[in-house]
C-alpha cells in the first residue's frame, strides 16, 4: 500500500489540467475495489500550477511577515515557559522588549529561523489550554485571543505557503512534551486542538478556501470538541473499554460544544455547525442521520479531520499510525463516511514522509525530515541523526533531491528509533 500510495502521488503530481476540484459522487464499490475507486477519484484530480507554488529556497526562513507582531510568552535558554513581550523585526527575528521605533530595528536573538515559530507555537497552546480550562468550568470566555494570534501564521502561510506549515509540523513534533504539561490534566485536548489547527491549514488551503474562510474553518477545528472539557478525566483518560453510560457521556461532548460556544457569543455558523455536525457522516450513519450536502462544509472537513487526527494521535494503549497508515484505513473502512472532495483534499495535503517524522534509508542511515517539496514527495531535505542500529551520529544535512543514490525505505516516528536498537541487539547474538 505504501508504494501504491507513492506511485499514486507521483502520478498525480505529473497532471497537466489545473481546475479546481469538482464535486464527485460517492459510489458504492465493494472494499477488494477500495484503492481502484482511490485512484479513480484522484486521476483526474489537478494540481496547484507549478508557478503558483510558493517556492522559498533557503530551509527554514524566518517568518519576515511577522513583523510588527508582539508575542507576550517564550521558552527561556533553559527550556522554562516565561512571560513578556517580544518583537518581531522586519528580518522576523525576536528579542524581548517593547516595540521598535519606525526607523529602528530590535537586537537579533541568539536563535533564529525556528525560534519565531516556536515561540508562536508555544503561545498558541497556551491560549487554546486558557479557552479549554474556562470550557471546563462551563464559565463564558472570548474566542478573540486565540483568532488573533491565528491570524499571525496565517498571514505567513499566505506569503510564504510550505515553508511556513513545513516549520510549524516541525515545531510541533519538537514540542510535543511541553504541548503536554500545557495541557496540564485536560487529557491531550490541547494536543488535539494544535494537530487540527496544522491540518486544517494544510486541507484548508487545498480546498482553496480564502484566508477569511481558513481562518473561520482553522478555529472551527481547533475548538469544535471544546465540550469535551466538561466531559469527566476519568472518562476521557480511561484505558479500558467505556461502559454504556460513559459513551453516553461522551456522545453529549457535541452538544456541549455547541452550547457554549454559544456562551462565549460566537454566532459564525462555520463555527457553530462544525461543532455540533461533526460526528455525521456523509453515509447518514451519525447520531442525527444528517447526509452529504445537508452537513455543513466545515462539519464535513472537520469530522474528517478529527477522525485522522485520532488515528495518528498516541494513546497510552495503543501505537499511533503514520499519517499514510490512516489515510489507508480511512479509505479501507470509512470512504463513504465521508465526503468524496474532503478524502480527495486531506489526501493531497497530507506528505508521504511528513514533517517531525523519521526516515530509515537505502543506506541504513535514520534521518530526521525537516522540509517537503509538494512536486517531489519522495524527495526531503533530511537531517541524518542515526545510523541503522539507532545509535546518534553527528547530524547533518541531506537533499534527497540532489542525493539520488539515496531513496526512503522506511518512514517512523521517533519512538520508533528503540526498535532498531532492538533489533540489531538481537541480530548481534
Known sequence: MAKYIDLLREHQMKGNNTEKPLATSATEETPKQSHKELESMLEDESTIPADTQPVVDKPFANIDLLAGDTIEAHIDSNG???????????????????????????????????????????????????????????????????SNHL?????AVAKKGNVVTDQLELEISKQTKLIGKIDQDLGSLVRKSIMMMLYAIKMGSRLYLDIEQLRLHTLAAMVHHIGMAQVPSEIRNKKERLTEEEMKEISTASEKSHAYLIQCNIADTVILLAASQAQERYDGSGPQGI???????SARMIGLLSMFEALIHYRPYRRRLLPRDAIRHLVNN???????????????????YPVGTYVQLNS??????VRVRPLRPLRPLILITHDSQGNEVPSREVDLQEQLSLMVERCMYQEQLSTLKESSGNESR
Not at 151 to 155: A, D, G, Q, Y
Open 80 to 146: 522554562h515557559l516565561s512571560t513578556g513581550k517580544f518583537y518581531v523585526d522586519e528580518d522576523g527575528k525576536l528579542s524581548p522588549g517593547t516595540f521598535a521605533t519606525k526607523d529602528g530595528k530590535a537586537a537579533a536573538p541568539d536563535k533564529t529561523d525556528g525560534a519565531v515559530t516556536a515561540r508562536w507555537l508555544t503561545r498558541c497552546a497556551q491560549l487554546v489550554a486558557e479557552l479549554f480550562i474556562s470550557a471546563r468550568s462551563n464559565s463564558p470566555a472570548s474566542i478573540d485571543p486565540v
Open 151 to 155: 491570524n499571525i501564521i496565517l498571514k
Open 291 to 297: 447526509a452529504e450536502s445537508d452537513i455543513a462544509y
Open 334 to 352: 470509512y470512504k463513504k463516511a465521508f465526503d468524496p472532495i474532503m478524502l480527495k483534499a486531506l489526501i493531497e495535503s497530507i506528505s508521504l
Open 364 to 369: 541504513g542511515d535514520v534521518a530526521l525530515v
